[in-house]
């Protein structure tokens, strides 16, 4: 780098995101890759966009197109939340979100508190803004609404960063006391709630959903919002919707950000959410996945007995294996990469040191059945034999380029 | 706002868009507005996406789909700038590209170097992260070359960012002596450059176009393209291309930022730019804008004689008309409004006190040539008579919602 550039002190915190690394490596054909949360190609809706394309061309309003903004917020309405369309902002995907709340809130050294583990992408994307993190420690029930109140009095956060259903990467999902608990403490001590909930359509199971939003009385909220999951993740239309003291400063730094999001996007997605199709295709996408996670299950009976520990999730797309030894687990993928099976490694899903232990995130929406089994065999025998031999010329990446994350 | 809601210290520098502001309030049916930088509605390709739709429904790469990186990479060659693809990055419009130098560049407290008057959004977007400015007066033939080695001497600055071809809001193009000049200075001073350039391709006669950055020969740059002007801004597709220096950074920027730019937009425009129908539109979407151009002129030269002084651009989409009077252009703005016509007040594209001086920016792209004249003949006449009756039961805005840009 020419020694007079200055960059901005951000960038001494920007790190690659460790997704995207791994993914580039498994776009190699035969990769058989349970590391990204990529939806299956097979359970995407069909995409028409011709009828409406010609009426979104002109430049639009940067809150979003009307018509999706009303559904989204009927939507958030039968959940309990209480929202009209004048707080539901359209973001170019659920990342977008993430980035506006960084914005928001975090100066330097401001502490958000979240779940350790939790979402990867959030970590890399409010470091950006100087964020430093407490974590609290998972169950499957959530977390423990006394550390929450504990941490927030030690640490006094800008925010607390929960995904309370079919938590990424964990699969956690709080129960029903647990949410209305962590309202509580939160409306008690007065931190906002970013709540995040991109995988709630993505249910296997009956369970409890109710956002924490819904709970709350009185701290100010941002719930985000997604479509990737059940859609087409390439349209990157994503949504939050704040309490309405946010809602001004949310509008204005979405503009600022890139004026508004793509109109096709929203006008097909508005189009699609009301028809008749969307609860057969989600019905469909849900059964699909389903039928995945068992066969994953199977698998990891078959081939990680004695080895870990996990449940299967009720929804979402992820199983959090947790492993029984200490073990490199980015040593681990290196070698499985050479066998042509790629994971996420657990480390770099927890926000700092404090309550880490080696664990693997699998995905198993985008595999079907026969590799998904191929795949946990090849994984559950390097897991028990440590380095087998290796037999394919495919250069693994180096510790360092995938520590990037 | 509840008093122990903490919001970041960029909060304080977020101000609204007085363009946006402005253009909602000539949404009403009716309203003339030469306010904002709407492209016409029939200067727009038809869209056709179905046939590429289903093959773009999963994530795609950060850095933008690899047919129109490669197009992009072409075209900037051809413009004289060194770039592979590999140094193109997609963004969300070229919005979001300056927000991405905002985040790569600028600390609390940086300069930015820049033309006085400029685009207004970007002094909105970079005040966020924080950046102090040093505006550089602009004459027809771009700014001087000897005040930008001034500024840069005695701010020493993280960046300088111009406009040179078709600025915006002057509709200044830099001659060439001033082109080879600039690149030298920054050249030699090893100061970033900021290139911006989304109306390049909106010429009405021959005149210097060539980027600045295809002159320069060892500091780093970034370039700024978009596709709004052009084609279809609800697409929300721009670009940015950089130095190999540089590029990496932004590529992470943006991943944290979006993940990367809807899909369907991308993989339709990769089509339209190597289509024989490309030249075409162009062509046809100059001679539109070149007949509201003369026509906006006439009308100036009509109603505006004696008033101001003007040149008449030879691209982009604006009149920049310098008042010969001092005048409270937001206090007209007002009176307009009420006559249902709408511009934008000269102030705000300011980015400083210094060198400001009253005048009007003036949209003709967007306007039929009869709706020019008319416009124009109540302009003018507000301008000659002061504060003519009201007439119309529209609530013109308040000073401080405008002044709010």
Redesign the interface.
């Known amino acids: ?2 020694s ?8 001494e915190r ?4 460790l997704i ?1 690394d791994i ?2 490596l498994t776009q190699k054909p035969g990769v058989i890759s349970f590391a ?1 949360g ?2 299956a ?1 097979q359970s ?1 809706p ?5 009828a409406l ?2 009426g ?5 309003p ?1 809150e979003g197109e009307p018509s999706l903004r009303e559904s989204i917020a009927a939507r958030l309405g039968a959940l309990g939340i209480d929202a009209d369309a004048a707080q539901v902002l359209v ?3 659920s ?2 979100g993430i ?1 506006l709340v960084g ?5 330097e050294g ?1 502490t958000v508190v979240l779940e350790a583990p939790t979402y990867l ?1 959030t970590i ?2 409010l470091k ?2 100087g964020a430093e993190f407490h974590g609290l420690p998972l169950t499957a029930d959530g977390i423990d609404p006394d550390a929450l109140r504990h941490a927030i009095m030690e640490r006094r956060p ?1 925010f607390a960063y929960l995904i309370p259903t079919f938590q990424n990467p964990s699969g956690a999902c709080y129960g029903t006391e647990v949410r209305r608990e962590v309202a509580r403490v939160l409306d008690e001590t ?1 931190v ?1 709630l970013v709540e995040d909930d991109p995988y709630r359509d993505v249910a296997f199971e009956a369970c409890e959903r109710t956002p924490i939003c819904a709970y709350l009385k ?3 909220w941002i719930y985000l919002g997604s479509f ?1 999951k059940i859609t ?6 994503g949504y939050l919707a704040s309490s309405p ?1 946010l809602f001004p ?1 949310l509008v ?2 979405k ?11 929203q006008a097909w997605l508005a189009h699609f959410l009301e028809s008749a199709e969307f609860d057969t295709h989600l019905e469909r996408l849900t059964g699909l996945y389903r039928e995945r996670r068992d066969t994953m299950q199977e698998s990891l009976q078959r081939h990680f007995g004695g080895l870990a520990h996990w449940q299967a999730p009720a929804g979402g797309l992820f199983f959090w294996v947790r492993l029984l030894h200490e073990r490199d687990t980015l040593a681990l993928l290196q070698t499985a990469l050479k066998h042509d099976v790629a994971f996420m490694p657990g480390d770099p899903f927890f926000p700092g040191a404090e309550h880490r232990y080696p664990a693997l995130r699998l995905n198993f929406s985008h595999s079907d059945p026969t590799r998904i089994e191929q795949g946990i065999a090849v994984l559950g025998q390097l897991m028990q034999t440590g380095e087998p031999e290796t037999h394919s010329g495919f250069a693994p990446p180096t510790c360092s380029s995938l520590a990037a994350g």
Chains 1, 2 share one sequence.
């Open positions: 780098m020419p007079n550039l200055k960059l901005s002190r951000r960038t920007v790190t690659g995101s995207r993914l580039q990204g990529l939806p190609e995407m069909a995409l028409a966009f011709d394309a010609d979104h061309r002109q430049y639009g940067s973001t170019s995907g990342q977008q980035d914005k928001l809130f975090v100066d401001s992408a890399q994307a950006v803004y800008a007065g906002p009185r701290t100010p990737s087409a993740p390439g349209l990157r239309i003291v400063w204005r730094l503009q600022a950000s890139d004026l508004h999001t793509n109109r096709i996007g």
